[in-house]
């Protein structure tokens, strides 16, 4: 679980990268990827 204002970008994948502010990288489940994009409709 991730707070959302610090995600700077995501990177499109089997289930996708999100890079937070602080330049981190954190993978994102296959399986959440479609909860997780759905947030930001």
């Not at 679980?1 to 970008?9: D, E, L, R």
């Amino acid at each position: 679980m991730v707070n959302v204002s610090y995600i700077a970008s995501y990177k499109k994948g089997k289930g996708g990268t999100v890079t937070l502010s602080n330049g981190k990288e954190l993978s994102v489940s296959a399986s959440k990827k479609a909860d997780f994009l759905s947030y930001f409709k």
